[in-house]
């Protein structure tokens, strides 16, 4: 099982390239089998090219990232954080719960992304 | 599928009940083979006995709940709430991220607590 410090950094590693970094470098978080759920409810990706292509279609935007609150049990943390999407004279912020979990070698096995429509803020 | 309302009224339910309320009301909540597992990490529950025996250990103590962020997408909700204990003169807070699934009657299939020793606040 990964430390729980291995895990803490590649969950702030993953905040830090979802506001600021290449889709690759997201991707290379992720075990080749690895699977997404984002948002809960949507059909599972599974595999590098599916993610990679989840990650691709808003890189381009300009966004930040916060990590609010995190639960790093074992090699399994649940952790509530802010995504601000800043599109000029609109900002959207939406705070999912996410839950990760991990392999022997810290890459993501699988990620799920709990939030609604209803909880994303336009303002 | 359970509405988003029956799902929401059953979080809010679950954490009065915990604060104030009777083990076999809250064991009430749950599917006769639902799971627990609480914290993450800890050997799974399965059943109505074996979940009321995990209520049943702090019943008696004088406790509140809060809710403070809940995701309810489907029947899978993920919530951040605080659970103070408050035993005279040290009170104690634990904040877990909790999530829950249900079935088509909004009784709880299975509830999974995050949180770790390293969470809990004594003041």
Redesign the interface.
Known sequence: MPSPEAISQTVNRYLDLVAKGATDDIVALYAPDATLED???SDLRRGHDSIREFYAGFQDLKKDTELA?I????A?????WHLTLDAGDTRTRI???S?MTFDEDAKITSMRA???P??VKVG
């Open positions: 948002p809960i409810g609150e639960r790093p049990a074992g399994e943390p649940a952790f509530l705070s999912p719960i839950v709990f939030w609604s209803s909880d």
